[in-house]
């Protein structure tokens, strides 16, 4: 059983959704940054204090695999990690819930 609602967004609204979206944007490319250059900082401790065991990999890998993650998410590539389906997903709890309170009055 599907709930589906018909929203109506103010501009208020619409800038604040926009606003959101920006700042997890910006929030990502930080991310990233901090990503790149701390990894390049790693490298290059590595190559220097024990080039015959390259551990840096291991930081690369991890944190490049967290960094995958944020940028799935706030790029909306899969829709279950969005904000859009969460919001979907609360309104529909809310009307189920609402439903269920007028079943019983």
Do not use: C
Not at 24 to 46: A, D, E, R
């Amino acid at each position: 059983m599907g709930v589906i609602m018909d929203i109506k967004f103010t501009e208020e609204d619409k800038y604040y959704i926009a606003k959101k979206k920006v700042e997890s944007i910006k929030g990502f490319y930080g991310n990233l940054t901090s990503f790149i250059v701390v990894n390049i900082i790693l490298i290059i401790i590595n190559l220097w204090t024990s080039p015959q065991y390259l551990w840096f990999f291991w930081p690369l890998l991890w944190w490049g695999v967290g960094v995958v993650f944020h940028g799935l998410k706030v790029f909306e590539v899969f829709p279950v990690l969005g904000k859009d389906w969460e919001e979907r997903k609360i309104k529909e709890l809310m009307e189920k819930e609402k439903e269920n309170q007028n079943k019983w009055q």
